[in-house]
Nanobody, 124 residues
Framework: QVHLVESGGGLVQSGASLRLSCAASGRTFLSNHAMGWFRQAPGTGREFVAAISWNGVSTYYSDSVKGRFHISGDNAKSTVYLQMNSLKPEDTAIYYC????????????????WGQGTHVTVSS
């Protein structure tokens, strides 16, 4: 079993930065599985944000965050990070960490394990 815990969310103004963390336990972090971030705004579905390959070499981003967000991992700490810069009000959502994708990284249904989420609110 894998347990994921997100942290780092909060209320910030437009243009600010936040760094989200996702601590993984239950197996060796990134040993065989990619890690990803999704977000869900009220009344919408879960949207892909970013992912990092099992070896940390490859990263993937949605067009809406490319150039502003950066995903990274620390195997020693079993943690994946999402550095979010130049935040916009439309980035407001609950951000979820996930691991163990079976298919496309971009599809939420592909991911087997999920955290409980952390709230990010960006005011204009």
């Amino acid at each position: 079993q894998v347990h994921l815990v997100e942290s780092g969310g909060g209320l910030v103004q437009s243009g600010a930065s936040l760094r989200l963390s996702c601590a993984a336990s239950g197996r060796t972090f990134l040993s065989n599985h990619a890690m990803g971030w999704f977000r869900q705004a009220p009344g919408t579905g879960r949207e892909f944000v970013a992912a990092i390959s099992w070896n940390g070499v490859s990263t993937y981003y949605s067009d809406s965050v490319k150039g502003r967000f950066h995903i990274s991992g620390d195997n020693a700490k079993s943690t994946v990070y999402l550095q979010m810069n130049s935040l916009k009000p439309e980035d407001t959502a609950i951000y979820y960490c996930a691991t163990d994708p079976s298919d496309s990284y971009y599809n939420a249904v592909s991911w087997r394990y999920w955290g409980q989420g952390t709230h990010v609110t960006v005011s204009s």
